[in-house]
């Protein structure tokens, strides 16, 4: 797509979706692009930290106030390859379209001659891969806390639940939080499994499984297993859960009937 063609795009754009910016007035936000200012830099080009004072062009879709400033960040594309060029007309159409609290706001743009600039929402906090870099290197993404992720997704397997389920009533959401009760509690593990099993299944290799999620779940890293151990608890149970399906003597667990499943428990809740 070249350069003509993003200006036709950008002019369908509305104007209350995002703010066209003027080369001038980016360049005096930044201080002309100041090198004290840049704030970050990546292939498509740098992102440079800056002001919009009172009686300059107001963002559409922020809210005003009398003696304004707001806070912005300005990413300035090299346009030297056709990427940079392509990933601003993608940016600017998909940022002004989607609006939600976890995206990055997208305040306006600059398609002024060759130049191509986008003006995002100043995030003093960072963005999120600063955050798990330094997550990273302070130590506290290891193999235990993969250890823990290995314990979600058993739990998903379990359950038949997500993660995260947005669906759900508050306190519910977190499938690892609403579980929590039940791993702590031996006599409440039948009570996890997946309703849609219909209790066909051996309560005996059930309830091992729970107890090794709930073991890569530990808040105490240092206490979960290791991945090895889990190797060969997985073995077993498979060997186990073999020998069930080879037999017909076996009877679902009694537990499950007895009390409420835990998908029950969430519907009360």
Known sequence: MCLDDNQKVL????????????????????????????????????????????????????????????????????????????EFIVEVLMLSLLHHPNLVTLIGYCAEGEQRLLVYEYMPLGNLADHLFNYAMSGKLSTKADIFSFGVVLLELITGRKAFDVTKQRGCQSLVAACTPYLKDRRKYIELMDPRLRGQFPARSARHLIAVAAMCLYENPSERPHISEIVKALDFLAEECQSFGATSGHSPSSTAASAPSFSQAQHTV
């Open 11 to 86: 002019d369908k754009i509305s104007a209350n979706d995002a703010c066209s910016f003027s080369y001038r007035e980016l360049a005096v936000a930044t201080k002309n692009f100041k090198e004290s200012n840049l704030i970050g830099e990546g292939g498509f080009g740098k992102v440079y930290k800056g002001q919009l004072e009172n009686g300059q062009k107001w963002p559409p879709n922020m809210d005003m106030v009398l003696g304004w400033t707001v806070v912005i960040a300005t990413k300035r594309l090299n346009l030297d390859g056709l990427q940079g060029n392509q």
